[in-house]
């Protein structure tokens, strides 16, 4: 097995890793870890491709590690937006999850009227 290979295969797993922790995890802050982790995933992935093409003889091509640079740099700069903006909403509503997620409370039973015949 050759090491693009191998990397590709761990961008694999992670990105199934991620996909799996989105879906399983309702809790926000855990979501958007997973969802780090899927973008791990993918740029491990596109940094295999890359190599994977250096190795075949073409020459080392630099936009792919440009793109990767990038896309590191807006990954960091959207989980530092998605945290603050969990703990904005934490410190406005008292709690991390919106309105809409909480379960409905069930109302009190209603005891049959003794006057209705």
Do not use: W
């Not at 961008?11 to 809790?27: C, D, E, H, S």
């Not at 990038?70 to 309105?99: K, M, N, P, Q, Y």
Request: proline content about 9%; hydrophobic content about 55%; some cysteine.
């Amino acid at each position: 097995m050759s090491t693009p290979t191998l990397y590709g295969l761990c961008a694999a797993v992670l990105i199934g890793f991620g996909v799996y922790g989105l879906i399983v995890n309702p809790q926000p802050l855990r979501k958007i870890l997973a969802f780090n982790v899927v973008g791990s995933g993918v740029f491990l992935l596109f940094g295999a491709i890359a190599r994977r093409g250096a190795a075949a003889g073409f020459g080392g091509d630099p936009v792919p590690q440009a793109l990767l640079i990038t896309g590191i740099v807006v990954a960091f700069s959207a989980t530092a937006l998605a945290v603050a903006l969990l703990l904005r909403l934490h410190d406005e509503a008292g709690s991390v999850t919106l309105a809409s997620d909480v379960p409905p409370a069930v109302p009190p039973a209603v005891a049959p009227d003794s006057d209705a015949k």
